[in-house]
């Protein structure tokens, strides 16, 4: 069995129920939830596998509540924006796109370290991490594909000649 924990009187348990029925953000709706079950004589680590938390945070979650009231239930990440921030503008991913067809000032292929050094050097960082480098090559959707290399001593009209016969074999 599990322990039973008690609420200190903030709120009823009618209104706690209200409060996650009407929360529109599914953070404070969880907590709400969780409240409201263990206002019901729950107990805590019933609710909070049923609610889908840990003990440990359902734990903290009802502390908070009898410790500060109804005010620590809000999810203060709301209102946060959590993209990251764009290292490039879009003329400058615009330019990176038109130097990403031809191959880098060192040669070989565009690569993650490559692309965060033509950042630094755009952007005048001092460092950008090659993570980046790579975030910024796929998201605008290159790819260092090439055809696979042509040996120097291969025969052209062999390899055709091969392909009409070994294609007329195989289909009868």
């Known amino acids: 069995m599990g322990r039973t924990i008690t609420l200190k009187n903030h ?3 009618e209104e706690l129920k209200a409060r996650y029925q009407s929360s529109s953000d599914s953070v404070e709706s969880r907590r709400w939830h969780l409240l409201w079950l263990v206002s019901q004589r729950w107990y805590l680590l019933d609710a909070a596998e049923s609610v889908g938390v840990s003990y ?3 734990r903290k979650v009802v502390y908070a509540y009898n410790q500060a009231g109804v ?3 809000a999810n203060r990440r709301r209102g946060r924006s959590m993209s990251s921030r764009a290292l490039l ?3 400058q991913q615009e330019e ?3 130097a990403l067809q ?3 000032a060192d040669g070989g292929l565009w690569s993650g370290p490559k692309v965060a050094q033509w950042i630094a050097k755009k952007t005048g960082r001092a460092q950008v991490h090659p993570q980046r480098g790579w975030d910024y090559l796929q998201k605008l959707n290159y790819s260092g594909q090439r055809p ?3 040996h120097a001593n291969a025969d052209e009209a062999a390899q055709t000649d091969f392909k009409k016969t070994c294609l007329s074999e195989l289909s009868s």
Request: net charge positive.
């Open 148 to 150: 696979r290399p042509r």
């Open 89 to 91: 503008s879009t003329a």
């Open 56 to 58: 440990s945070y359902a």
């Open 11 to 13: 709120l009823s348990s």
């Open 71 to 73: 005010a620590t239930i």
């Open 102 to 104: 031809s191959p880098p």
């Open 96 to 98: 990176l796109d038109q």
